[in-house]
């Protein structure tokens, strides 16, 4: 119900905005003809928009329009601007950010968060009421439709083929309009001439014409009603139909639709008419019309009965006029194709606006935070404008490889799927949106009785990064989960390094100071990526093999609330700016693990608030542009990345690969 109410949200204001851009510029021409073109293209924009909002891959600019209370522990807001998938005004969390599902117990099920939480009952039944309404209104205009299938089907049966002299005189015009396959059918009791059919277009005449009296008037129906098929009108009118099923509630629609009609029979009146005299053709038209037929009535998009009788008085006046005389035909095509590319440009920016409804804007703390992460304006709009093309790219391959349960390396339980998710999260991806929702559902599918989060192996692991992951969420409502976790990690034992205390790993989560016998345990816990080998648990071996041990310490200490002044802080900046580099993993001397030492590298240094190393060369290093760049430099043309010298601990997967360069490429941009 959520996911149909964010995109009815979406859907509707890019709807609106096509519509009114498209109803503005229909104005613009004078010849009907345009004015035709035009229309149709902010019509099937509409349907283009409509599909857009249910493409997870398709970038969106965010506009928060709900505004909800930050929790206390805020995260820091992003820098003002949006390229490609980062939202303008942050990403910072508030408490009424998600919701979810009742479960047993009355603990919280990660796969259906809301958009809002608590506050008075039309909060929450409100929205479900606009989705019931909506989707009646939907059903309601689909069986208008399908009832002119239906009609239209009767009319076909009970239509017959039209006299040898009137069915010469079609053959010989449609021959000179180049439409020799369309077919000409005479039917009794319809009052006007009508076109339908998109692959193979039929026109139906009434019986009446065939009738002596009126021969002289047959030849102008003919060619008006083989206007509409050249210009395939039918086209037009079957997806201003679909587009009606979607946006019946808005008049903006309504009235284009209309003034698309009216240049449709401006511009088949204008050509049928040809060098005739106009007189001539009005008053044919005129006749029919005392008798009660009309020569033509509406296109048909395969739904006759949704038609309307055309307004004869307006296009008697302009038939009889000379404004706007210029045709379709008098433009040139260069012209048109020219025109279409750029009418298509404001519809597909149009169509990338994303209501955002669990997001507010930052707040001024958390601006100055994030200005002092940054180290000043200038360097966070380069490294920004630097890092967005590349955090675009590898995010969309993260949205291709998703599987069909949610999961990525589902096969390794839930942890890389976690990660996945905090990328989304991080790069403004809410948490009702369809990728980052059906991340949360595979990851409640591996959450056990006995609190973990696993499936096959690596149980603790597992548990331990979708709880750092649940806890960063910008929601405050899987509490529970998080302290099932918890009690899980300290029942379990952890290979090679021993039990987990619970008072430690609670500090762990709630920032506290840790226990200096249980940091190199718990560094070893929750900062080690996904190993499957057993001959690699020993905690000194996956330290070494890292070169983790001083970030790992570094981070601790930070999250323990330390200042970067801390004496230990100081030492360890002092062993990071003596090794320093990008080129390789540090402590391994080599590429083993280098894309999680990336990860490392960036969570630890955004973190201490460092923005310039003096390395031991006296070389100064912004490590911001410099992580940047190198993962720029070793992004693959799919937008991935893989460890192609060393593929251990699963750095030879894209997918775990692409996961740590998207979270790196993050903190070096500030979007945490």
């Not at 801390?566 to 993993?585: F, G, I």
Request: charged residues 15%.
């Amino acid at each position: 119900m959520q996911l149909i109410a964010q995109w009815m949200i979406n859907t509707a204001f890019s709807g609106s905005l096509v519509l009114l851009l498209g109803v503005i510029a229909m104005r613009v021409p004078q010849s009907p003809a345009v004015r035709q073109r035009v229309g149709e293209a902010f019509i099937f924009g509409l349907l283009l928009a409509a599909l857009l909002a249910a493409v997870p891959v398709w970038p969106h600019w965010a506009l928060p329009v709900v505004r909800l209370p930050a929790s206390p522990i805020a995260r820091s807001a992003t820098v003002d601007g949006h390229i490609g998938l980062v939202h303008s005004n942050g990403a910072a969390s508030g408490r009424g950010g998600a919701a979810v599902s009742s479960a047993a117990g009355g603990k919280a099920l990660l796969a259906a968060p809301a958009v809002m939480k608590g506050g008075h009952w039309l909060a929450t039944i409100l929205p479900a009421a606009l989705v019931i309404a909506y989707l009646a209104g939907c059903a309601f205009m689909a069986m208008r439709l399908v009832l002119g299938h239906c009609k239209l089907s009767r009319l076909i049966n009970r239509s017959a083929n039209p006299p040898a002299e009137i069915l010469e005189m079609w053959h010989d015009l449609a021959a000179r309009a180049s439409q020799s396959r369309v077919r000409l059918l005479v039917a009794p009791g319809i009052a006007s001439a009508m076109t339908f059919g998109v692959r193979k277009a039929v026109v139906v005449i009434p019986e009446d014409l065939c009738h002596e009296h009126f021969r002289k008037h047959l030849r102008f129906v003919l060619q008006h009603e083989l206007v509409h098929v050249r210009r395939r009108d039918a086209l037009t009118g079957l997806a201003a139909a679909i587009a009606g099923v979607l946006f019946f509630y808005q008049p903006l629609f309504w009235l284009a639709r209309r003034h698309i009609r009216r240049c449709q029979e401006f511009t088949a009146d204008r050509m049928a008419a040809g060098k005739a005299l106009r007189s001539d053709y009005a008053a044919c038209l005129l006749d029919l019309v005392k008798l009660h037929v009309g020569p033509v009535g509406q296109t048909m998009g395969a739904s006759g009965v949704l038609a309307s009788r055309s307004d004869f008085y307006a296009r008697m006046q302009r038939l009889l006029s000379k404004a706007g005389e210029m045709e379709l035909g008098d433009v040139g095509r260069r012209w048109i194709i020219s025109g279409t590319a750029l009418l298509l440009l404001p519809i597909l920016a149009v169509s990338s606006i994303t209501i955002c409804t669990h997001a507010r804007p930052a707040t001024a703390a958390e601006a100055v935070s994030a200005a002092n992460a940054w180290g000043n304006g200038a360097s966070a709009v380069a490294a920004s404008s630097q890092g967005s093309a590349t955090l675009h790219r590898g995010i969309a391959y993260l949205l291709r490889r998703q599987g069909g349960r949610g999961q990525w390396l589902g096969h390794v339980g839930p942890a890389v799927t976690a990660l996945v998710v905090k990328a989304l999260v991080d790069a403004g991806y809410p948490l009702q949106s369809r990728p980052v929702l059906r991340g949360l559902e595979f990851i409640e599918s591996c959450r056990h009785r006995d609190g973990g989060f696993y499936a096959n192996v690596e149980p603790q692991y597992n548990t331990a990064i979708v709880l750092s992951v649940l806890r960063e969420l910008p929601t405050e409502l899987y509490q529970s989960q998080v302290a099932d976790g918890i009690a899980f990690l300290h029942h379990a034992e952890v290979a090679g390094a021993g039990g987990v205390p619970s008072s430690a790993a609670n500090q762990w989560f709630r920032g506290g100071r840790v226990p200096h016998g249980w940091l190199k345990r718990q560094s070893v816990w929750q900062l080690r990526p996904l190993q499957l080998d057993p001959h690699e648990r020993s905690a000194n071996q996956i330290l070494t093999n890292y070169g983790l041990l001083s970030y790992a310490q570094l981070k601790s200490l930070v999250y323990a609330r330390l200042t970067p002044g801390d004496l230990r802080v100081r030492r360890l900046q002092h062993w990071l700016a003596r090794h320093y580099t990008l080129q390789c993993n540090p402590a391994a001397g080599g590429a083993r693990g280098q894309f999680y030492y990336y990860l490392v590298f960036a969570r630890i240094l955004a973190t201490s608030h460092t923005n310039v190393f003096a390395g031991a060369s006296g070389r100064v290093h912004c490590w911001r542009e410099d992580l940047l760049t190198q993962l720029a430099n070793m992004q693959r043309p799919d937008g991935s990345w893989i460890n192609t010298r060393a593929a251990a601990w699963l750095e030879g997967r894209p997918v775990m690969v692409t996961t740590y360069a998207v979270l790196a490429i993050e903190r070096a941009m500030g979007l945490r």
